[in-house]
């Protein structure tokens, strides 16, 4: 199970952010994503899920294009981008559920409730998202995370808007799907408790 | 599959149960539409018959772009849009739950309130049978076309107009059968079963070739 990179060339407008980016990505490693603001971070996480066209380059799931092969790896793809993709008319259960439905897991009423609880939520299972803090919504769209079967995490930007607690809880919950033999991917500013030789740091500064 | 097409549909008309204004705003437009041409031409029953098929007909098409909008562009602006692309599931299904849950709204609801726009035009009890079976097949087209033009200016500035000028073009032979229908059924010896069968084949070509496009165009949009 690998996720590998090659020669990946994207550019915004005239824009060349980054080109001839190679890495790889194995079953229990995690890549840290530094850059300054606009060195492509977002772009270069959206065009690994296929949600931005690179003007270069192969990215390889398995050993197969992702382009080609979009069934099987978005089964295993796990993508919180700044956006939570949450309705704010429904309540958090609600939200989960059909998020879980979109990506063809089934998730009952009393799963979510455990999600949501662990990220500091019960008690508000019924309250619609739009009547919660900007922290409590995020809460709730990373509390999918723990729904999720999914074996590679994309995460952009996941602590922002969080406070410390939630920060703590966040960190183990990604240290522990890696420990576990997954993957994941992330742009943050903050520091992750994770052993040095599963940690892979790619940085996009040196092309700007 | 079956399993996630189901459940994008109920979220999205839950989603109108939570917010009614959406689906009354298209429903009123339509009848006020329709109500102000006796006001602004004639009273006369033989002019008002001439005009109702035009009139219901137009009227219902304007009514079907005022929502268009909508369609995606709340999936868009939170981010559940690229959650979308991002499931396993064929996207042109995903598309098509969400033009049905479009359609339940906004193009049902005017088939239901037709036979109020026909009593006003002095139609008769068999013409006003007609007028609702052709928005019954009609409407689901406009829905699912304007669900491409919908797609494809996603995130545009200005969008909403733009979208008109896009799918109204694409509205014509809809309109030119679906009036003609009712024009033939007020003469009454005109057989009908021609406007039937070409409205019903405008909607099996919508309901193989739409959901494909809209999906291509959404992807294009999101990129």
């Keep these: 199970m690998t996720l590998s990179v090659n020669q990946l060339q994207c550019s915004r407008g005239d824009i060349c952010l980054f080109e001839g980016l190679t890495f790889e990505l194995s079953a229990g490693q995690l890549i840290w994503l530094e850059g300054k603001n606009g060195s492509g971070k977002t772009t270069l996480l959206r065009s690994l899920c296929g949600l931005f066209l690179p003007d270069a380059g192969t990215i390889k799931w398995k050993g197969e294009l992702t382009r080609s092969s979009e069934d099987t790896f978005y089964k295993d793809l796990f993508y919180l981008g700044h956006q939570n993709a949450l309705k704010l008319d429904l309540n958090p259960v609600e939200n989960l559920q059909v998020l879980s439905r979109l990506a063809g897991e089934s998730v009952s009423e009393e799963q979510a409730d455990e999600a949501l609880s662990r990220f500091g939520l019960s008690g508000y299972e019924e309250t619609p998202v739009r009547k919660l803090s900007q922290g409590q919504q995020r809460r709730v769209a990373l509390s999918r995370l723990l729904l999720s079967k999914a074996s590679l995490l994309i995460l952009d930007e996941p602590f922002v808007a969080l406070d410390a607690a939630a920060v703590e809880l966040l960190q183990s919950v990604i240290v522990t799907q890696v420990e576990q033999g997954g993957m994941a991917i992330l742009t943050t500013h903050q520091a992750l408790p994770i052993p040095e030789e599963k940690l892979i740091r790619v940085s996009l500064d040196r092309y700007v | ?223």
């Design chain 2, 1 to 223: 599959m079956f399993d996630s097409f189901l459940a994008l549909l109920k979220r999205d008309l839950l989603l109108a149960l939570r917010r009614r204004s959406d689906i009354f705003t298209v429903l009123f437009f339509f009848i006020i539409v329709v109500s102000i041409f006796p006001l602004g031409i004639s009273f006369e029953k033989a002019v008002l018959q001439k005009i109702a098929p035009g009139v219901v007909w137009v009227a219902a098409l304007l009514a079907s772009t005022l929502a268009l909008e909508r369609i995606f562009a709340n999936d868009y602006a939170d981010g559940t849009l690229e959650q979308m692309l991002l499931t396993p599931q064929p996207l042109s299904v995903l598309v098509f739950a969400k033009t049905l849950a479009h359609w339940l709204l906004t193009g049902l609801p005017l088939v239901l309130i037709a036979p109020l726009a026909g009593l006003q035009y002095h139609l008769s009890a068999s013409t006003i049978g007609t007028l609702m079976l052709v928005l019954l097949i009609g409407t689901p087209i406009l829905s699912m076309i304007g669900a491409i033009g919908a797609a494809l200016t996603l995130g545009l500035r200005g969008g909403g107009i733009l979208v008109s000028l896009l799918v109204l073009p694409l509205y014509i032979p809809v309109l030119v059968y679906g009036s003609g229908a009712i024009e033939a059924a007020m003469q009454g010896d005109v057989s009908l079963q021609p406007y039937y069968l070409l409205l019903l084949a405008f909607l099996l070509l919508a309901l193989v070739f739409t959901p494909l496009a809209t999906a291509a165009s959404l992807r294009i949009s999101v990129e």
